[in-house]
């Protein structure tokens, strides 16, 4: 364990590592790039590879190969990266291939702001790729944050053998803090399930009760057959509705029915509020102090932020939000996880407060535009 | 009784249980799968690789289907982005044996990107393109490879574009090992295969082949034989032939033969991990 | 606990460094969390530069990333002291380096002033570290950090062979506290 004072980007890097990154393949794109050359210089001393390839979408399908390769493995890039990354990424889901895909949102959309923050791509990250499908997505609000949850994204991709999002933005990208970076012995690591049976037997895509296929790697002599087909549980090509739906349903139900090893939330000062906000990522870390300074002026204001922004956390929203007379959610962008959250509270009275800002909205301009609502 | 049933000498390396195949009768691909088959036999024979080291890598096409069909790791991956994949495996095990199939739109239209960097990089792994010269599987489309003026699904007036010269185009980039083979000489397709499997950095065999369903349709011979022997017309054989050989053009037809052969470092060795 | 730091003046000051320094100190060599964002103009030299530094006893306590209302103050140029005052609390401990700011408005701050640059020009060989002498000063006045954080982290941040230099011009800000 060692104190560090470093940006979520380095974070994530250490995050990885401490993991048992093994695979690094990335494109250089702002504000992401340092995550890139920070691999780069470190990653090779722990026995891993870091190349850097000709785009973003030869970067993913490096990774994806790489994961089947037996290595953990991970690619960064932001909002037009990922763009140019998502047909892959459908892939990996239909393949269930561990990774993780470090999202580090910028200013759009296309090359707008390259350097600046927003959190535009709340539903891009979510589903930007093609197919019904669930894919998690860690949102941290802090350096610390940003390590905890990429060792956190390791574990779920290896779990449940989905690609899974860190999503960041340039703000906490270009913010340093202090980090506690532990070693990979003072951490809970999770590496994939392999299979118990000889390969006569296996069927690379046969789950197990989790729901989980345990799976075998090339050179492993399981002779897998990786199929971006629709496949059955040998991974043969099977274009029935039967053998579809059989399989959907499964890679959906596999995350949703999992979904408590992801999700996960932090409440500032909830009890006995009046006023719920919703806020994750940067711009919580804006509400927090607002809220604080609501309390200090008597209005009884709390703070709800998931960890977690997909899936999305229906149960604990409900549950803290339920004694509460408005729900304000505040992001920085005109209003769209607003949407989940009005449709998750029905009952209540639910307020947009979307608000651009290059950097993060700050705690003056959020009171602002909620005042009159107080 | 004894009942003797007669085993084919590559069904150990076929997913016997998955044929029929979905190649159309007097498409050349079975050709390539068989000789670059016998080559990998021949590799394994030698202690070279093992079989269960062996990954073969397809992207979206006729060609990138093969994977199905073989009984190593084996992947069906998505349209142009082979290589890359390929990549991956490779760098995260040095150990396996990586090989790319794919056809001539999967490998040099879509995926041309990917194919110039892996050839630049001298990437330790095998690419067999197999060239018909148009985009089959989606129904006879323009291919990057497709000869100016013929008739194409999409180029009703006949192509205006000139085709890329893939052959030139990875050996202008460093690889190792470039090969021009064709179907009309399977023993050729074996040879090369077999070379390119033996060197390390980045190798590079092209096919050309027959299809007579969608090509041979668009230029009036449907017969699978005819077509056949209309390319075997146009193939010339030359043990070592100059890079100024390696003309693309189907009226002055093809010159087969192992264009570059060096033993340059590949990447694994240039990055260290190579002992 | 917790500390608004503002850190602004020319690009080639060494701005950011005097800010990553105390940013290392506080986050690596004391018990502290620390936020630090950084912002400068696309011009490397003369431009704007401004380092915002949030230290606080527990990492909730950090909240939002930027500051509002600045405790501690540093100015090494006049330009950046009249933009950025808005962010300056009244009754902060504002430092300022008077080789370059000859005008201070009157905004009820305890004000500290000392010729950095020139001092180290004179007395150290290069303008270069006038930023370790501003970061002494504001040590040593505000005792916000220990000098021994400080030296590791100029130590664990700087250039081998300026390392000296900069704990000897970080030393003589130190002293301009005792005046």
């Known amino acids: 364990m060692r104190a560090e004072y470093v940006t979520s980007n380095i974070a994530i890097a250490e995050g990885a590592m401490a993991s048992g990154l093994k695979f690094f393949a990335g494109y250089p794109i702002t504000p992401t790039s340092d995550i890139l050359e920070y691999l780069a210089e470190e990653l090779p001393k722990r026995g891993g590879v870091v190349i850097q390839l000709e785009d973003e979408i030869a970067s993913i399908n490096a990774v994806i190969g790489a994961s089947w390769a037996g290595a953990k493995a991970m690619t960064a890039t932001s909002s037009p990266g990922y763009s140019l990354m998502v047909e892959a990424l459908s892939f990996a889901i239909i393949t269930e291939t561990p990774l993780v895909v470090v999202y580090v949102m910028r200013a759009g959309p296309s090359t707008g702001v390259p350097t600046r923050s927003c959190q535009y791509d709340v539903f891009q990250v979510r589903y930007g790729s093609h197919g019904n499908y669930e894919l998690p997505v860690l949102v941290p609000w802090s350096a610390q944050e940003a390590f905890d949850l990429t060792v956190k994204a390791f574990n779920v991709s290896e779990m449940l053998r989905v690609p899974t999002v860190i999503l960041s933005d340039a703000m906490l990208a270009h913010t340093w803090e202090k980090v506690i970076i532990r070693n990979p012995s003072e951490l809970k690591i999770i590496s994939r399930r392999k299979p118990e049976v000889p390969p006569q037997e296996y069927m690379p895509f046969k789950p197990g009760e989790d729901l989980v296929p345990p799976m075998a790697c090339f050179g492993d002599g399981y002779k897998v057959m990786v199929e971006s087909l629709t496949h059955d549980e040998r991974g043969y090509y099977s274009p029935t509705t039967e053998v579809q739906e059989r399989m959907i349903r499964r890679l959906v139900e596999k995350v949703r029915r999992n979904s408590r090893l992801i999700i996960d939330y932090e409440t500032y000062f909830t009890s006995s509020a009046e006023y719920i906000f919703f806020a994750y990522g940067s711009t919580a870390r804006s509400v927090y102090a607002l809220v604080k300074e609501l309390r200090r002026e008597g209005i009884r204001a709390g703070l709800y932020r998931p960890k977690a922004l997909w899936p999305f956390d229906e149960g604990g929203l409900k549950k803290i939000a339920s004694e509460a007379k408005r729900v304000f959610v505040v992001e920085n962008n005109v209003g769209l996880m607003y949407k989940e959250v009005a449709q998750v509270l029905r009952d209540k009275e639910v307020i947009s407060v979307g608000i651009i800002d290059l950097d993060v909205p700050s705690p003056d301009r959020i009171k602002e535009v909620i005042s009159e609502w107080l | 009784m004894v009942v003797s049933k007669q085993v084919h000498p590559l069904d150990k390396y076929v997913r016997v249980d998955r044929l029929p195949h979905l190649w159309c009768p007097g498409c050349g691909i079975g050709i390539v799968m068989s000789a670059m088959l016998r080559a990998i036999g021949r590799r394994i024979g030698e202690g070279v690789f093992k079989e269960e080291d062996i990954v073969v890598v397809g992207g979206i096409g006729c060609t990138a289907r093969m994977p199905l069909y073989l009984n190593f790791d084996t992947v069906h991956a998505i349209h142009g982005r082979a290589v890359p994949f390929a990549v991956g495996v490779k760098l995260a095990n040095p150990k396996l044996k990586v090989i790319v199939v794919g056809g001539d739109g999967d490998i040099a239209g879509i995926g041309g990107n990917h194919l110039m960097h892996a050839a630049r990089r001298n990437m330790d792994i095998t690419v067999i393109m197999v060239n018909n010269m148009v985009y089959a599987m989606t129904g006879g489309q323009l291919a990057p490879t497709t000869p100016t003026g013929l008739y194409t699904t999409t180029t009703p007036r006949g192509n205006p574009e000139k085709p890329i010269n893939v052959v030139k185009l990875v050996a202008s980039l460093g690889a190792n090992y470039v090969a021009r083979a064709s179907v009309t000489h399977p023993a050729l397709i074996e040879t090369y295969v077999y070379r390119a499997l033996g060197k390390e950095g980045f190798t590079f065999v092209e096919v050309l082949s027959t299809c007579p369903e969608v090509f041979g349709r668009h230029i009036g011979i449907k017969d699978a034989v005819q077509l056949f022997m209309e390319l075997r017309e146009k193939v010339k054989v030359k043990a070592k032939p100059s890079l100024n050989e390696s003309y693309y053009d189907w009226e002055s037809g093809f010159v087969i033969g192992e264009y570059v052969d060096k033993d340059d470092p590949g990447y694994l060795r240039m990055f260290g991990l190579l002992r | ?179």
């Open chain 3, 1 to 179: 606990m917790r500390r608004e730091i503002i850190i602004a003046g020319r690009g080639g000051q060494g701005i950011l460094l005097l800010g990553h320094v105390i940013g290392v100190a506080a986050a690596k060599f004391s018990n502290y969390y620390v936020t630090g964002t950084e912002s400068y103009s696309a011009e490397t030299r003369g431009g704007d530069s401004k380092a915002e530094i949030i230290v606080a006893d527990s990492a909730e306590e950090l909240g939002y990333m930027k500051v509002r209302e600045a405790d501690v103050a540093v100015f090494m140029y006049g330009d950046q002291l009249v933009k950025y005052s808005r962010l300056v609390k009244q009754g902060a401990v504002v430092f300022a380096d008077s080789t370059f700011v000859t005008e201070v408005p009157e905004e009820g701050w305890v004000l500290k002033l000392a010729p950095y640059t020139k001092i180290a020009e004179t007395e150290l060989g290069t303008p270069r570290v006038a930023n370790m002498v501003a970061l002494g000063h504001l040590v040593g006045v505000t005792k916000l950090l220990s000098t021994e954080a400080v030296e590791k982290a100029i130590e664990h941040v700087v250039k081998k062979s300026w390392v000296e230099l900069n704990k000897k011009a970080f030393r003589r800000g130190l002293g301009l506290a005792s005046n």
